[in-house]
């Protein structure tokens, strides 16, 4: 099935250097979903929610997503491959802009778009803008961010960063650095 819709996201500039850039990697036995306690109980991880919320929402099928914005210009591919097989050997003298802000969309059966956007900005917030399709208007926005970009959940404070629902309909958003918001539009 081809889609015709294009979503286009704007970054209005706030403009930082130096950002590091990562892929989550899961290590054996550290950096689980769920964390174990020697008392017998559990707690979800802050990339537990992540997960949850992308499963639940980016459903359907893809949408491409235009990204404009402040990053780093010209990145060497191979300055990020810190593990052997991040990037392709064909792909390793390839340079790219990267923007602080990353995003995904999808839409589902019933017409609802889903729309991803992470800052990868570990301390700059990014404004941003969402230019939707014809019709379509923000309803639910879902977010996972903390002051405190070093947060997460742990023993004694298991629901420190959990993803709450924001009490707004804009399209015009504030990204927390190292934050993830869903946005969810239909007609």
Same mark, same amino acid.
């Given at each position: 099935?081809?889609?015709?819709?294009?979503?286009?996201?704007?970054?209005?500039?706030?403009?930082?250097?130096?950002?590091?850039? %990562?892929?989550?990697?899961?290590?054996?036995?550290?950096?689980?979903?769920?964390? %174990?306690?020697?008392?017998?109980?559990?707690?979800?991880?802050?990339?537990?929610?992540?997960?949850?919320?992308?499963?639940?929402?980016?459903?359907?099928?893809?949408?491409?997503?235009? =990204?404009?914005?402040?990053?780093?210009?010209?990145?060497?591919?191979?300055?990020?491959?810190? =593990?052997?097989?991040?990037?392709?050997?064909?792909?390793?003298?390839?340079?790219?802009?990267?923007?602080?802000?990353?995003?995904?969309?999808?839409?589902?059966?019933?017409?609802?778009?889903? =729309? %991803?956007?992470?800052?990868?900005?570990?301390?700059?917030?990014?404004?941003?803008?969402?230019?939707?399709?014809?019709?379509?208007?923000?309803?639910?926005?879902?977010?996972?961010?903390?002051?405190?970009?070093?947060?997460?959940? %742990?023993?004694?404070?298991?629901?420190?960063?959990?993803?709450?629902?924001?009490?707004?309909?804009?399209?015009?958003?504030?990204?927390?650095?190292?934050?993830?918001? =869903?946005?969810?539009?239909?007609?």
């Amino acid at each position: 099935m081809t889609i015709h819709k294009f979503l286009s996201i704007s970054v209005i500039a706030i403009l930082s250097y130096g950002e590091a850039h %990562t892929n989550y990697i899961f290590p054996v036995n550290g950096h689980g979903l769920v964390k %174990t306690m020697a008392n017998g109980d559990a707690y979800r991880s802050t990339v537990y929610y992540v997960f949850e919320l992308y499963r639940k929402y980016l459903q359907g099928n893809m949408i491409p997503v235009s =990204i404009t914005g402040p990053g780093h210009k010209n990145v060497l591919l191979s300055d990020y491959a810190l =593990i052997e097989g991040d990037v392709l050997d064909s792909a390793k003298s390839l340079k790219q802009d990267l923007c602080f802000v990353d995003s995904a969309a999808s839409i589902d059966d019933n017409g609802i778009i889903s =729309i %991803t956007l992470v800052n990868r900005s570990y301390k700059d917030s990014q404004d941003i803008r969402l230019k939707l399709p014809r019709g379509y208007k923000v309803f639910e926005i879902w977010n996972l961010e903390s002051e405190d970009v070093n947060a997460g959940n %742990t023993a004694e404070n298991p629901d420190n960063v959990v993803p709450l629902v924001l009490n707004t309909t804009k399209s015009t958003l504030t990204l927390l650095p190292c934050s993830l918001t =869903i946005v969810r539009c239909k007609k």
